[in-house]
């Protein structure tokens, strides 16, 4: 099955007296990288959030925020003692350098400190919220299964438009065969007319050796192993759109070989149809390497 990479979610829950909003978004990305913004002094949450999303998700660059309120009037901050103690030991070393610098400084009041970073954080849960962290985690189980069905749906619009964009590429392979197989009758009087004529001017020329040369330069502008390659590749991605497995970075690898074998051909075209459907079978390659960009 086919999922996109981009996808968003958002989810509420409660628990006690505490509220609290989750909000999961993802975009395009070469591996798993995850931005995480999460409330401080819940021990154990980052790491299981990180498992959590670790677990269901392979590809995208994926941002996850959590939000923790309480109604008002019910507090939710507190202070950090350890924090407020390195704070009131800086500024006193400040103030003491200041001093014997010769350096007046204004003194601080309660606000400033209370002002830096770190000193005020959010209550720590009580003893009514020891289970605050298997709840969150239980929420977010919820949320991942929104934010994986969201991606599952984008998913099979993008699979819908590859295996078109497929089809279509298919059909440009067969449509070469049946041009190199038109193409191959005219190659093969060209070259017998070239024979004769290079037979007539240079008479001592080994006739053996130039019809050796002449059918090698026809192997080398026979394309049959290039749409052999391409009929190949499409029905390997056809597997791939049908696969379980996250598919992105196989189909974008597959992509490349496509792209390959439209340059080869086209090299080898040797005729203005051939070259036209070459360039557009390159066009068609772009397009799909552009949604497989998307994909998982």
């Known amino acids: ?48 959030v990180r498992a959590a999303l670790s677990a269901r998700l392979s590809r995208g660059n994926v ?4 939000r923790l309120s309480r109604p008002a009037g019910e507090g939710g901050f507190g202070i950090d003692e350890a924090q407020l103690d390195r704070v009131l030991h800086a500024l006193e070393h400040v103030q003491q350098r200041a001093f014997a610098l010769g350096v007046t400084l204004n003194q601080p009041n309660a606000a400033d400190v209370l002002a830096q970073k770190g000193v005020v954080v959010a209550a720590p849960p009580g003893e009514a919220e020891e289970g605050l962290l298997p709840a969150l985690l239980g929420d977010l189980a919820g949320l991942l299964d ?3 069905a969201a991606r599952e749906a984008e998913g099979r619009a993008l699979g819908s438009v590859l295996r078109d964009q497929i089809d279509g590429i298919a059909a440009m392979a067969d449509e070469a065969a049946r041009l190199a197989e038109a193409r191959r009758e005219e190659a093969r009087e060209a070259l017998t007319g070239a024979l004769r004529r290079v037979l007539l001017d240079v008479p001592e020329v080994e006739e053996a050796r130039l019809a050796q040369e002449l059918a090698l330069i026809a192997v080398k502008a026979d394309v049959t192993e290039e749409i052999d390659r391409l009929r190949a590749h ?14 992105g970075r196989r189909l974008d690898f597959l992509a490349q070989e496509f792209n390959r074998e439209a340059n080869t051909l086209l090299s080898k075209s ?10 557009d079978l390159k066009a068609a390659i772009d397009q799909m390497r552009e949604q497989v960009q998307n994909v998982e």
């Not at 499409?234 to 598919?247: G, H, I």
């Open 1 to 48: 099955m086919i999922r996109s990479m981009t996808a968003f979610a958002s989810r509420r829950g409660s628990f006690g007296d505490l509220q609290w909003d989750w909000d999961l978004r993802g975009v395009n990305g070469r591996g798993l990288e995850l931005r995480l913004r999460l409330p401080e002094g819940i021990e154990g949450l980052e790491p299981g």
């Open 234 to 247: 499409v029905a390997q991605a056809r597997d791939l759109l049908a696969d379980d497995k996250p598919a």
């Open 63 to 66: 941002s996850l925020t959590l």
């Open 270 to 279: 040797g005729s203005a149809p051939l070259s036209r459907l070459g360039l």
């Open 146 to 148: 929104d934010f994986v």
